[in-house]
């Protein structure tokens, strides 16, 4: 394997996950999206929920930079969060 191109995470609490990727982890914080629905099978295909879910946010990060101190190694690109809602 060479690289990551991106990595989605669900998660229950999307400020929580925010804190751990962006303070924890030290990822970029890139910017907000959504929501975001689907009228046809696009969720339960790629998302593995229910086809009326609802992605109420998203907020794409990026680990693209090491944390301070690492030696900087192949990089993961965008690590999106979403919280999913089925309506």
């Given at each position: 394997?060479?690289?990551?191109?991106?990595?989605?995470?669900?998660v229950p609490?999307?400020?929580?996950?925010?804190?751990?990727?962006?303070?924890?982890?030290g990822?970029?914080?890139?910017?907000?999206?959504?929501?975001?629905?689907?009228?046809?099978s696009?969720m339960?295909?790629?998302?593995?929920?229910?086809d009326?879910?609802?992605?109420?946010?998203?907020?794409p990060?990026?680990?693209?930079?090491p944390?301070?101190?690492?030696?900087?190694?192949?990089?993961?690109?965008?690590?999106?969060v979403?919280?999913?809602?089925a309506?």
């Amino acid at each position: 394997m060479t690289g990551v191109d991106h990595i989605g995470v669900t998660v229950p609490d999307l400020d929580q996950a925010h804190e751990f990727f962006v303070g924890v982890l030290g990822c970029e914080y890139m910017y907000r999206l959504g929501p975001y629905r689907d009228d046809g099978s696009w969720m339960s295909e790629h998302m593995a929920v229910d086809d009326r879910t609802v992605m109420r946010r998203l907020r794409p990060c990026s680990a693209n930079r090491p944390p301070a101190g690492a030696e900087r190694g192949p990089a993961v690109g965008v690590l999106p969060v979403a919280v999913g809602d089925a309506v």
